[in-house]
């Protein structure tokens, strides 16, 4: 035994550890850039969040700039649109004027220097709504745990074909449902947002199903949506449509909709240690955020 202990004091000693430590000094210096954020539609007025970037090792809070030498330019089609004043607050932010956006496919770039951290600028166009032009669906009860005259308690498969006449390529989709409960001898309407998980049988369109959202794409054009959804739990009242969703449709430049689909996977993997890194996409030039168009469409329905 004694000799065991010799030959470890001796291998410690010859093969020391390769444990390295760095300093925070070590690390390359992190010069903060503008981060400028700014979803805009048909019909609406601009709104801008403007930040400085922090170091990964920093740990200074979150704070938005609100500089009144700061000016931000609005061009639409290449031509002046508008320019921006900051509006004060504890969240502070870039506003237009009564100017609001023209119709779809116009195309937005905005301008904007800030002391201290340089001139920075991006561009985008504005997508055509969705164009929900017919939908219908049905259900179908899997399990039923209760029923009587006036209802049905249990689970059930949702199919919902959606036709769109615009034929949109981006898309992100959220559906949210009416609830109605029923409290014995009396019925009672209440409402309850909810989130499906929701999936699309169309096989032509690429879809993925990121925290409560669905995204879908097609480089030739949605044509339409055949969504498939299962309720875990809930009501049907007979000889009356009591299945009302609002169905609430995205329609995003190609832009918009990397940014708000890496958004989501970060929501949803903020959670799990395990998770791959999801770095946020970026269209602002010399700085960060989006600059992106979006508009939304929506659509209600009862069966």
């Known amino acids: 035994m004694r000799n065991y202990f010799i030959f470890l004091l001796i291998v410690s000693i010859i093969f020391p550890s390769c444990e390295k430590t760095e300093k925070v000094d070590n690390f390359p210096k992190h010069e903060g850039k503008l981060v400028a954020n ?47 004043v900051c509006k004060g607050g504890v969240y502070p932010r870039y506003t237009s004027t009564t100017l609001k956006t023209g119709s779809a496919n116009h195309n937005y770039r905005f301008e904007c220097n800030y002391p201290g951290l340089g001139f920075v600028t991006s561009e985008d166009y504005l997508p055509d709504t969705a164009g929900v032009q017919k939908a219908k669906g049905f259900y179908t009860i899997l399990n039923s745990y209760e029923s009587n005259d006036t209802i049905i308690n249990g689970n059930f498969a949702t199919n919902l074909n959606i036709e769109y006449s615009n034929n949109p390529k981006y898309l992100m989709v959220i559906i949210k449902k009416y609830y109605y409960y029923y409290y014995n001898p009396n019925m009672t309407y209440y409402y309850q947002e909810v989130y499906e998980d929701i999936s699309d049988l169309n096989a032509s369109n690429e879809t993925e199903y990121i925290a409560s959202k669905l995204f879908v794409s097609n480089p030739n054009g949605i044509n339409n949506l055949n969504l498939k959804w299962v309720t ?4 049907i009242f007979k000889n009356k449509s009591t299945s009302n969703y609002i ?11 990397e940014y708000l689909k ?7 993997n903020q959670d799990d240690p395990f998770s791959q890194p999801t770095p946020m996409s970026n269209n602002i030039v010399n700085g960060y955020g989006i600059f ?8 209600k329905i009862a069966f």
């Open 38 to 84: 700014c979803f805009f539609s048909s019909d609406s007025t601009f709104s801008f969040v403007l930040s400085k970037s922090l170091s990964p090792i920093d740990n200074a809070p979150f704070k938005q700039l609100n500089s009144t030498k700061a000016f931000i330019k609005i061009y639409e089609d290449n031509i002046f649109f508008d320019s921006l």
């Open 232 to 235: 875990d739990y809930g009501y």
């Open 247 to 257: 169905i609430t449709t995205y329609s995003c430049s190609k832009t918009s909709y």
């Open 262 to 268: 890496r958004q989501s996977l970060q929501w949803e």
């Open 292 to 299: 992106g168009g979006v508009n939304v469409t929506d659509y």
